[in-house]
């Protein structure tokens, strides 16, 4: 693109003598060396600030599912199994990256990364649904379409840009799938926490010797709806990979997968609030449902993945075509 060329001030294009805080600058005087030092600080500190702020929401939210555990200790038990198959995706996701599996490191803090995040999304989505659904002709489909998407999924991409991204282990446009799907892991393994705390606070049976049914039906629930948050991310990070190679159009990029994710996510909410499941065969139309919107959803990226997996081998063996022509 044009815009990747360095404009130039109409002075400095015609050459001339030094124009040092004219039109052009450099690091000189200690001053500028203080500048330089307070922006690199700025930098650096602004992820922190950002994890910072998520640690002391996501502690102030923890008591929902702290006060279970000590009640309900199961309760880590069904959560486990509630994102076996958000896991199962997740890591077919990263063992089909052909150019290296990703280490456990950046996938590490990428899933804590996206448990904190969360935090933020749930505090925007409760302070936000009131403001929003009591506009006039306002309802919960345009809440989840201008709220919970594009929230949800921007700190999902978040948690992969602030670290995984930035690291030498990032170096493949694929790999922005994988590291999604690893934030959408994280983003469901702690609300699927939450959902089944609440569903045990909301029985009653807290202090009682009962709930598990309870939350073995939320469990039930949440993991089907799992595999759609490393789907939806997985999406948008392949986006984000493909703008880290092309840093002349980054924004758009990144803005269309975000668009992708959050659209696709809205339309899942949407349709799973409002279809009448009861003429569907409840809780077998639900799962019917899902199976089938997951099932699209992931044929898409699956198809972005196959192209990316194709070009990569045909460029391979060309490479290997020329190292045995050239001995």
């Known amino acids: ?32 060396a203080v500048a330089e030092t307070v922006h690199g600080g700025l930098q650096r500190s602004a992820r922190w600030a950002v994890i910072l702020l998520a640690v002391v ?28 198959p958000a896991f199962l995706l997740a890591g077919a996701i990263w063992y089909g990256n052909p150019t290296m599996r990703e280490p456990i490191w950046p996938l590490s803090v990428t899933f804590l990364l996206s448990v ?44 992969v840009r602030l670290h995984a991204y930035r690291s030498d282990d990032f170096d493949a446009v694929i790999d922005g799938a994988v590291y999604g799907a690893v934030a959408g892991l994280g983003f469901a393994t702690i609300e699927n926490a939450l959902y089944i705390s609440k569903g045990l606070f909301e029985s009653g049976t807290l202090a009682m010797s009962g709930g598990f049914e309870q939350m073995l039906s939320a469990a039930t629930q949440r993991a089907f709806v799992g595999p759609g948050h490393v789907l939806y991310s997985a999406i948008a990070g392949y986006y984000l990979g493909l703008a880290k190679f092309n840093p002349d159009d980054r924004g758009p990029i990144v803005v269309k997968g975000l668009l992708l994710a959050a659209g696709i996510h809205a339309t899942y909410n949407s349709l799973v609030s409002n279809l009448p499941y009861d003429a569907l065969g409840g809780g077998i ?22 192209r990316y997996r194709d070009a990569y081998d045909e460029v391979a063996a060309e490479n290997q075509s020329n190292a045995v022509s050239a001995d």
Do not use: C
Not at 75 to 84: A, E, I, K, M, Q
Not at 286 to 303: E, I, K, N, P
């Open 285 to 306: 139309g639900f799962v019917a449902f899902v199976l089938a919107f997951d099932g699209l959803v992931g044929y898409f990226l699956y198809r972005k993945l196959s």
């Open 116 to 159: 904190l995040f969360a935090s933020f999304a749930a505090t925007l989505n409760g302070a936000l649904q009131p403001v929003v659904t009591a506009l006039p002709f306002v309802g919960m489909v345009v809440f989840f379409f201008l709220v919970v998407g594009p929230i949800e999924e921007t700190v999902k991409w978040l948690s």
């Open 1 to 32: 693109m044009a815009g990747s060329d360095r404009q130039h001030d109409p002075i400095e294009s015609n050459g001339g003598p030094d124009r040092y805080e004219v039109t052009g600058w450099e690091s000189r005087t200690r001053l500028d």
């Open 57 to 84: 929401t996501f502690v102030a939210q923890l008591g929902l599912v702290a006060s279970a555990l000590v009640y309900r200790p199961t309760l880590g038990l069904l959560t486990v199994l509630s994102v076996v």
